[in-house]
T-cell receptor, first 114, second 108 residues
Framework: DSGVTQTPKHLITATGQRVTLRCSPRSGDLSVYWYQQSLDQGLQFLIQ???????AKGNILERFSAQQFPDLHSELNLSSLELGDSALYFCASSDGTGGHYGYTFGSGTRLTVV | KNEVEQSPQNLTAQEGEFITINCSYS?????LHWLQQHPGGGIVSLFM???GKKKHGRLIATINIQEKHSSLHITASHPRDSAVYIC??????????FGQGTRLTINP
């Protein structure tokens, strides 16, 4: 157990639907990062939150949104799902000081859009 | 051209061999990370480097900032080392940019 908890582990849903992925960071970590790993694009940074505030944005689609709650858990919302959104979605956490002590990754959520 | 390039893309070796995976990057970075992804999909952070060399067990990571190059070495490789190894560079405060990964297979 890495200390970062992601739920659910697997998700199968239909096109056009909306899903929510959840991440609980390692105890003491203030930063949460979301990444998407698809077969054709590899790992890509989506968005980062630090202590409840959005800190950096990457290649995140407008149909996707995220937030970090006061208890520091984060949710990634994916809406109007398309087949191409099928991917592994990883959450990682760090202490927030520039990832000085590295990142801890969750085990990922495998999303399949059918 | 990708900002982070890894070589080789695929590597198959026999148990016991010395393994080297290379990573070159084209941008300024604040740190470089080596990650390991097992067939089950989970990602483990192996090293974070900003200079020099780090060692953990049979794994050694080096970085040359001037040449924008890093290597990951595995000594006395074992089938359990079979995984995808990913190089990632940190730009600015937090954002990671990833290489495409090197798929390593160690045969008994």
């Amino acid at each position: 157990d890495s200390g970062v908890t992601q739920t659910p582990k697997h998700l199968i849903t239909a096109t056009g639907q909306r899903v929510t992925l959840r991440c609980s960071p390692r105890s003491g970590d203030l930063s949460v990062y979301w990444y998407q790993q698809s077969l054709d694009q590899g790992l890509q940074f989506l968005i980062q939150y630090y202590n409840g505030e959005e800190r950096a944005k990457g290649n995140i689609l407008e149909r996707f949104s995220a937030q970090q709650f006061p208890d520091l858990h984060s949710e990634l919302n994916l809406s109007s799902l398309e087949l191409g959104d099928s991917a592994l979605y990883f959450c990682a956490s760090s202490d927030g000081t520039g990832g000085h002590y590295g990142y801890t990754f969750g085990s990922g959520t495998r999303l399949t859009v059918v | 051209k990708n900002e982070v390039e890894q070589s080789p893309q695929n590597l198959t070796a026999q148990e016991g061999e010395f393994i080297t995976i290379n990573c070159s990057y084209s941008v300024g970075i604040s740190a470089l990370h080596w990650l390991q992804q097992h067939p089950g999909g989970g990602i483990v952070s192996l090293f974070m480097l900003s200079s020099g060399k780090k060692k953990h067990g049979r794994l050694i990571a080096t970085i040359n900032i001037q040449e924008k190059h890093s290597s990951l070495h595995i000594t006395a490789s074992h089938p359990r080392d079979s995984a995808v190894y990913i190089c990632a560079v940190r730009r600015g405060a937090q954002k990671l940019v990833f290489g495409q990964g090197t798929r390593l297979t160690i045969n008994p």
